[in-house]
Structures are given as structure tokens and as C-alpha cells.
């Protein structure tokens, strides 16, 4: 017997309104085959053989004895036909940094540079395996944008706030920074606050409409609105020291200590259900996609569904950015304290820009715009410092640098391997109070940062370092399966 999952590896869509005739047919013709005297083996060889036909050219199987009205209804649901020609040579990419990168991380690289629209690759030092993409995978495409390659949370982004305090504030009155961070913001999947105390910003405002995903998920996107939620996403204070004379934000900052806010989280629920809704509706536009390349369905940026994403895409950018705004806001209002400078970035988005003479999409999916000039921090882990860095415009990477340390254990890994026990010596060892996070999130699941920013000389310099001194990240949570 063929299965559905064979017929889609021979090129045929996941589609309800196909894969059942398909089963059927297809089953019964090869059950012919071995009825006509042919061995099993070689009826399953010409069955897949006609399929693979069948998914490349259907009109040459409409008079096909057994799989004629197959081919019919294929053309009738897919009148434009493949959607995927494969290259004779894949898009030119480089690698930053070997050290750690899995052999799936690179291997999803190169899939990537093999797709029609592709322009031209690069992978971070902090790579590891993705969906589609991998993290620390940037990839940079004609007229067209790739959901998966963006990312599931959509518009993931960092900012960092140094406060008009000194240091010495953070361990004098420790009570009082604990509460500001537990008070003012929400850590945990679905988190958010309640309708008398909901956030209050002109991004919600704006049109919703925008796609029906945004609509009818703009009363959630409220009640999150300033929350951390679960997963890598994290609320800390710490020490940010400068070495040498340098321009952070709008400020010139002297040499010395100061005690600044960091803050790591996207576009919540809302930009979950962005990415996964329109990830689809790219896998089914693309259907003949092969399995390796599925999770890198496209949106034409022409089309109805490629403007409807890129529209939920900008305004999942602008509430993530909202999301930082306000936690920075609250957490200082409650201390009393006034900000001096900040600097912020997204590192799950897609830009338009101009490379090699032409204007391509750049997708950074966990990676960190890094052109000329532009100020960018890349965090390590709660117990290895986070840096402030000024971009050089490598166009080798397309302007991009890592987005952090990036992991070299699973979360499944992390909770089968480590021990609370190792990963609280740690802490203390080097000073940082936890208020809460889960094993998965441990020092130990993270690759060296300073090797990380070692590898990407040549793609950012560094401004600043902080150090990470009081932590909160959601506590263990139910593991749930990715889509």
C-alpha cells in the first residue's frame, strides 16, 4: 500500500480535497500492476514513477487508464502548475564561524539558496537547527516573502534602557527592583493583564484590519500588550560598563559603570497566530514544494496574501516595539527613575533593501541587522554578558550579525541533562539573583558568547558590555510541540 506521505514526497500537495482520490487510485493501480503478473516491487516502482509524472506534467496523465481523473482534478486545483523548478546552482551564501553549528543548521542554508526567489545567503556564528530557516539563517529574495523565514514570533526584539541611577541603587534597594520587575510586566505563555490594568499605546489604534488575523486578534494583542510572555524571553537589570568614550542612543557616554534595564520578547500571541496562519496559506500556494523545502513556502509580494502578511508583519513590528515601550516605561515610572539613553532591535523580521544593485527582501531569522553605523545588542546567556554593537556594513552578510549566543542543547535536552541544583551554583558563582526561569533556559544550553562575537569581527564592533544581575524569565512551563 502507498501512503499519503510517500504520494506528497513524490510531489503530490497535503491537500483534503486530493489526497483521498489519490490514495485510492493510486493503491488500486498499483494493486493492478501485481494482479497483472508483475512483482509488489515493481508495480510500487511504476506507480511512483506515474505519480511523479502526474505532479511535474498532469496533462500528459489525463488519458492515463487509472489516474486520468486524478490528473484532472490536480489541474483543476492547481491550474498554475510547480511552483518549483529547481536551480542547477544554489544562490552563493558564506558561514560565520564553525564552531557549534549543527550539520542541520548548514544543511537548511543550502536548501534555502535552492529555492527559485533566492538571492544571495549568509549564516551567523550563533546558527543552530530551525524551521525552515535556521536561527542565524539571513536570507535575501526577489519579490517575494518566506513566513517561516521570518519566524514564529515575529518581530522577537531586544532593548536596553540605562537609567539615571547609580549602580549601586540595584543592590541597596534590591526589594524595590524585584517588585517593579514582577509588578510591571507578565511572564508565561498566554500572560497578560487583566482590562483595568491593560496598556495603554497608539498602536492599538491602528488599522487591524489590516488582515483578518490581526482583526480578530486585536482584543488578546491588548490584553498582552507590555507582558514578556514564556519561552527565551527575558526582564533583567545589570551592569553595563563602557570602556571608552561612546555614543549610545542620543548620549555620549564616559567611561565607567551603569546600571541599565534589558528586555528580550516579540509580538506575543498575536504574532504566533500571524506567522503560523500565513505560513500555511504559503504551503498551500506552493504545494509542490519537496519536504525539505516546504517550511520555505513564499508569499508573491504582488499577490493578495503576500501584501495581507506583509501588512500583519509591519504591524507586529510596531506593537513588539510598543511591547519594550511600555515595560520600559512602567518598570522606571515604578522606581522613580529616568531614562538616559536606550537602544533597540528587532531580530525575527524582514526588510526591503538594496543589495548586489537590486532591491531585494532580507529575512534575519534570529539575526541582527548590523549595517553601517547601526547600534544593536546581542545578548549571551543570564550568566554571560550582553553587548552593545555598532554595525560595519559587511555585505557579505547582507548587513547582519548573530542575535546572540544561540543554543547548543534542546530545551527537551536541557530537561532531561541538567540538574536545578548545577544551574543555581552557577548563578551564584557569577553573582546573578534568578527570580524565576525554566531549566531549559540554563547558562549551559548556550554557546559561548565571546567565541559568538570572536567569529563576527569583521560584522560589528563592540561598544559595551552588561552583565546581567537580576533575572526574571517565565518559570518551567508545559513543553508543547512546534508547528
Same mark, same amino acid.
Given at each position: 500500500?502507498?501512503?499519503?506521505?510517500?504520494? @506528497?514526497?513524490?510531489?503530490? &500537495?497535503?491537500?483534503?480535497?486530493?489526497?483521498?482520490?489519490?490514495?485510492?487510485l493510486a493503491n488500486?493501480?498499483?494493486?493492478?500492476?501485481?494482479?497483472?503478473?508483475?512483482?509488489?516491487?515493481?508495480?510500487?516502482? @511504476?506507480?511512483?514513477?506515474?505519480?511523479?509524472?502526474?505532479?511535474?506534467?498532469?496533462?500528459?496523465?489525463?488519458?492515463?487508464?487509472?489516474?486520468?481523473? $486524478?490528473?484532472?482534478?490536480?489541474?483543476?486545483? !492547481?491550474?498554475?502548475?510547480? #511552483? !518549483?523548478? &529547481?536551480?542547477?546552482?544554489?544562490?552563493?551564501?558564506?558561514?560565520?564561524?564553525?564552531? #557549534?553549528?549543527?550539520?542541520?543548521?548548514?544543511?537548511?542554508?543550502?536548501?534555502?539558496?535552492?529555492?527559485?526567489?533566492?538571492?544571495?545567503?549568509?549564516?551567523?556564528?550563533?546558527?543552530?537547527?530551525?524551521?525552515?530557516?535556521?536561527?542565524?539563517?539571513?536570507?535575501?529574495?526577489? @519579490?517575494?516573502?518566506?513566513?517561516?523565514?521570518?519566524?514564529?514570533?515575529?518581530?522577537?526584539?531586544?532593548?536596553?534602557?540605562?537609567?539615571?541611577?547609580?549602580?549601586?541603587?540595584?543592590?541597596?534597594?534590591?526589594?524595590?527592583?524585584?517588585?517593579?520587575?514582577?509588578? %510591571?510586566?507578565?511572564?508565561?505563555?498566554?500572560?497578560?493583564? *487583566?482590562?483595568?490594568?491593560?496598556? =495603554?499605546?497608539?498602536?492599538?489604534?491602528?488599522?487591524? @484590519?489590516?488582515?483578518?488575523?490581526?482583526?480578530?486578534?486585536?482584543?488578546?494583542?491588548?490584553?498582552?500588550?507590555?507582558?514578556?510572555?514564556?519561552?527565551?524571553?527575558?526582564?533583567?537589570?545589570? *551592569?553595563?560598563?563602557? %570602556?571608552?568614550?561612546?555614543?549610545?542612543?542620543?548620549?555620549?557616554?564616559? &567611561?565607567?559603570?551603569?546600571?541599565?534595564?534589558?528586555?528580550?520578547?516579540?509580538?506575543?500571541?498575536?504574532? %504566533?497566530?500571524?506567522?503560523?496562519?500565513?505560513?500555511?496559506?504559503?504551503?498551500?500556494?506552493?504545494?509542490?514544494?519537496?519536504?525539505?523545502?516546504?517550511?520555505?513556502?513564499? =508569499?508573491?509580494?504582488?499577490?493578495?496574501?503576500?501584501?495581507?502578511?506583509?501588512?500583519a508583519m509591519q504591524?507586529?513590528?510596531?506593537?513588539?516595539?510598543?511591547?519594550?515601550?511600555?515595560?520600559?516605561?512602567?518598570?522606571? +515610572?515604578?522606581?522613580?527613575?529616568?531614562?538616559?539613553?536606550?537602544?533597540?532591535?528587532?531580530?525575527?523580521?524582514?526588510?526591503?533593501e538594496e543589495h548586489?544593485?537590486?532591491? /531585494?527582501?532580507?529575512?534575519?531569522?534570529?539575526?541582527?541587522?548590523?549595517?553601517?553605523?547601526? =547600534?544593536?545588542?546581542?545578548?549571551?546567556?543570564?550568566?554571560?554578558?550582553?553587548?552593545?554593537?555598532?554595525? +560595519?556594513?559587511?555585505?557579505?552578510?547582507?548587513?547582519?550579525?548573530?542575535?546572540?549566543?544561540?543554543?547548543?542543547?534542546?530545551?527537551?535536552?536541557?530537561?532531561?541533562?541538567?540538574?536545578?541544583?548545577?544551574?543555581?551554583?552557577?548563578?551564584?558563582?557569577?553573582?546573578?539573583?534568578?527570580?524565576?526561569?525554566?531549566?531549559?533556559?540554563?547558562?549551559?544550553?548556550?554557546?559561548?558568547?565571546?567565541? /559568538?562575537?570572536?567569529?563576527?569581527? #569583521?560584522?560589528?564592533?563592540? $561598544?559595551?558590555?552588561?552583565?546581567?544581575? =537580576? /533575572?526574571?524569565?517565565?518559570?518551567?512551563? &508545559?513543553?508543547?510541540?512546534?508547528?
Open positions: 500500500m502507498i501512503s499519503a506521505k510517500e504520494l @506528497n514526497r513524490l510531489g503530490l &500537495p497535503d491537500d483534503p480535497r486530493l489526497m483521498p482520490l489519490a490514495l485510492k488500486t493501480f498499483q494493486a493492478c500492476g501485481a494482479d497483472g503478473g508483475r512483482s509488489d516491487e515493481t508495480a510500487h516502482e @511504476n506507480i511512483c514513477d506515474a505519480i511523479r509524472t502526474l505532479a511535474s506534467a498532469p496533462e500528459t496523465m489525463l488519458n492515463h487508464e487509472h489516474l486520468g481523473s $486524478l490528473a484532472g482534478l490536480f489541474m483543476e486545483l !492547481f491550474p498554475d502548475g510547480s #511552483d !518549483f523548478t &529547481p536551480r542547477e546552482t544554489p544562490a552563493p551564501w558564506r558561514q560565520w564561524g564553525n564552531k #557549534d553549528v549543527e550539520e542541520e543548521a548548514v544543511r537548511q542554508m543550502e536548501n534555502a539558496c535552492r529555492i527559485p526567489a533566492a538571492a544571495r545567503g549568509a549564516l551567523m556564528p550563533d546558527a543552530h537547527t530551525g524551521y525552515g530557516l535556521p536561527i542565524g539563517g539571513v536570507l535575501a529574495v526577489r @519579490n517575494a516573502v518566506i513566513p517561516y523565514a521570518v519566524g514564529v514570533d515575529i518581530a522577537c526584539r531586544m532593548r536596553l534602557t540605562v537609567l539615571d541611577m547609580p549602580l549601586s541603587r540595584l543592590f541597596e534597594h534590591r526589594d524595590a527592583f524585584i517588585m517593579a520587575i514582577e509588578r %510591571e510586566t507578565r511572564f508565561g505563555m498566554g500572560a497578560g493583564f *487583566e482590562k483595568n490594568a491593560r496598556r =495603554l499605546h497608539p498602536v492599538m489604534d491602528e488599522d487591524w @484590519n489590516v488582515s483578518p488575523i490581526t482583526r480578530i486578534n486585536r482584543d488578546k494583542a491588548w490584553k498582552q500588550l507590555g507582558s514578556s510572555g514564556g519561552g527565551n524571553h527575558f526582564v533583567e537589570f545589570g *551592569e553595563l560598563k563602557v %570602556e571608552f568614550p561612546a555614543r549610545i542612543g542620543d548620549v555620549q557616554l564616559t &567611561p565607567g559603570s551603569y546600571l541599565a534595564l534589558l528586555s528580550h520578547s516579540g509580538s506575543r500571541g498575536t504574532g %504566533e497566530r500571524v506567522a503560523l496562519h500565513y505560513s500555511e496559506r504559503a504551503m498551500s500556494l506552493c504545494p509542490r514544494l519537496p519536504d525539505s523545502l516546504r517550511r520555505l513556502a513564499w =508569499l508573491d509580494l504582488d499577490g493578495e496574501a503576500g501584501q495581507e502578511y506583509w501588512a504591524l507586529m513590528g510596531r506593537y513588539a516595539s510598543a511591547n519594550h515601550e511600555l515595560i520600559h516605561a512602567h518598570v522606571l +515610572k515604578t522606581l522613580g527613575a529616568r531614562e538616559l539613553t536606550h537602544v533597540e532591535n528587532h531580530h525575527n523580521f524582514a526588510w526591503k548586489d544593485g537590486e532591491s /531585494v527582501i532580507v529575512h534575519r531569522k534570529g539575526a541582527t541587522p548590523a549595517d553601517a553605523g547601526r =547600534l544593536g545588542i546581542v545578548p549571551g546567556s543570564m550568566c554571560s554578558p550582553a553587548f552593545i554593537v555598532r554595525g +560595519k556594513g559587511c555585505e557579505e552578510a547582507l548587513c547582519s550579525c548573530s542575535h546572540g549566543a544561540g543554543r547548543i542543547m534542546s530545551r527537551a535536552a536541557a530537561f532531561r541533562q541538567l540538574k536545578r541544583a548545577d544551574m543555581d551554583a552557577l548563578l551564584k558563582e557569577n553573582g546573578v539573583e534568578l527570580l524565576s526561569a525554566g531549566l531549559d533556559e540554563a547558562p549551559m544550553v548556550y554557546k559561548d558568547i565571546h567565541a /559568538v562575537m570572536a567569529a563576527q569581527r #569583521d560584522l560589528v564592533d563592540i $561598544l559595551a558590555t552588561f552583565r546581567p544581575r =537580576l /533575572v526574571k524569565m517565565s518559570p518551567d512551563e &508545559p513543553r508543547r510541540k512546534r508547528r
